[in-house]
Nanobody, 122 residues
């Protein structure tokens, strides 16, 4: 069983930055790929970034160049650095444990954190 806990959300002005963290309480967390999803009110949950076990990353077009995903396998942590935030980035952000296939497509398992709210507003 993989338990995930997100933290680091909050209220930030447009153009600001936040760093989200995802802590995992499982041995061998490093074997999992991790995906960051977000869900805005009235919208479907969408994948914004994913990182595989060796640190290769993929990003949604909407966040490329602004968001950076990284991991510290020794600490069972994954991070999402979000820069140049826009109001449309406002959402609940979730981390997920899964796998990355041979085509760099992220495949989620049913391991989700509780989410952390990110609000971008002046």
């Amino acid at each position: 069983q993989v338990q995930l806990v997100e933290s680091g959300g909050g209220l930030v002005q447009p153009g600001g930055s936040l760093r989200l963290s995802c802590a995992a309480s499982v041995r061998a967390f490093s074997v999992y790929a991790v995906g960051w999803y977000r869900q805005a009110p009235g919208k479907q949950r969408e994948l914004v970034a994913a990182i595989n076990s060796v640190g290769s990353t993929v990003y949604a077009d909407s966040v490329k160049g602004r968001f950076t995903c990284s991991r510290d396998n020794a600490k069972n942590m994954v991070f999402l650095q979000m820069n140049s935030l826009k109001p449309e980035d406002t959402a609940v952000y979730y981390c997920n444990a899964g796998r990355m296939d041979a085509y760099a497509n992220y495949r989620p398992y049913d391991y989700w954190g509780q989410g952390t709210q990110v609000t971008v507003s002046s």
